[in-house]
């Protein structure tokens, strides 16, 4: 890919910027579609790694509502900042240089975000319930849904993969109905 000067782009490269077999190995990956812009402001096709969501939407397993809401429940889990291990975001760090503040500060906005993530929940029985429990270390945590059902489970319970998966449909579906009627309040 050419730019407006005539050089090429470094992301031009495919073959030198492909995942490894190594990262293949962890999952499927892709490119989307269609470019999306880069840190720069570039158009780019980076590989991505393809979730539990997109997998059961494609098979047909959850419809696009259930892979919304699913969507919308990692996103505030993210905003909430819930996840058990994260890295120092050196860019967040205020030390003290004069501006303009926030409209709403950070910690309300987190605050907000765990209330909707708790909210949410519950409205699929609660955290000790399998739909609670798959929601927050598959979609919160991102974890597999292999790994939550041999490692975690129900209650510390042990669930088969076809049993894992008939939960999360069933979350989903109890997810996608409290954000339509959420929603509409």
Do not use: N
């Not at 950070?106 to 699929?124: C, N, T």
């Amino acid at each position: 890919m050419a730019t407006r000067r005539g050089l090429s782009h470094p992301a031009a490269d495919h073959g030198s910027l492909a995942p490894t077999p190594e990262r293949r190995r962890h999952g499927e990956v892709e490119q989307p579609q269609r470019a999306i812009a880069d840190a720069a402001g570039h158009p780019s096709r980076p590989y991505r790694a393809v979730d539990t969501l997109a997998i059961m939407q494609r098979r047909g397993s959850i419809t696009a509502g259930m892979r919304q809401a699913g969507e919308d429940f990692r996103a505030s889990f993210a905003r909430a900042q819930l996840d058990p291990l994260r890295a120092l975001d050196p860019s967040r760090l205020r030390l003290g240089e004069p501006g303009p503040r926030q409209a709403r500060p950070a910690g309300v906005r987190i605050e907000a975000a765990r209330a909707a993530v708790w909210h949410a929940i519950r409205a699929v029985g609660g955290i000790a319930s399998p739909a609670g429990s798959c929601l927050w270390h598959v979609l919160g945590w991102e974890q597999s849904l292999k790994e939550w059902a041999v490692e975690r489970g129900w209650s510390g319970r042990r669930v088969s993969q076809e049993s894992a998966s008939g939960i999360l449909v069933a979350a989903l579906g109890a997810l996608e109905t409290y954000y339509v009627a959420h929603r509409k309040l």
